[in-house]
Nanobody, 117 residues
Framework: QLQASGGGLVQAGGSLRLSCAAS????????MGWYRQAPGKQRELVAT???????NYADFVKGRFSISRDNGRHMVYLQMNSLKPEDEGVHYC?????????????WGQGTLVTVSS
């Protein structure tokens, strides 16, 4: 299970830190990530981080957001700075790994980010 938290209402230019707690099956080599979905729009990738710590960001968050992980605590974080109204949406944590030779993907329940202009 992936439990995301940290969403809320923030003014444009402000910051939020999202957290995702992974329970159950977790491996330090799993790829973890954050996606978001705004009302009426498709879900889109925000950032990912590999087990080795390699990060990847969507162009629209580069320089503003930072993804990190704590393997000991089975946690993934998304630090969001300089938030814009277009950053609004439900943010989902994902886990992508391999177990017994089979790839699996898990999604958390999402946490809502609202940015006021």
């Amino acid at each position: 299970q992936l439990q995301a938290s940290g969403g809320g209402l923030v003014q444009a230019g402000g910051s939020l830190r999202l957290s995702c707690a992974a329970s159950g099956s977790f491996s330090i080599i799993d790829n973890m990530g954050w996606y978001r979905q705004a009302p009426g729009k498709q879900r889109e990738l925000v950032a990912t981080i590999t087990g080795a710590g390699t990060t990847n960001y969507a162009d629209f968050v580069k320089g503003r957001f930072s993804i990190s992980r704590d393997n000991g605590r089975h946690m993934v974080y998304l630090q969001m700075n300089s938030l814009k109204p277009e950053d609004e949406g439900v943010h989902y944590c994902t886990q992508n790994g391999v177990r017994n030779g089979l790839r699996f993907v898990r999604w958390g329940q999402g946490t809502l980010v609202t940015v006021s202009s």
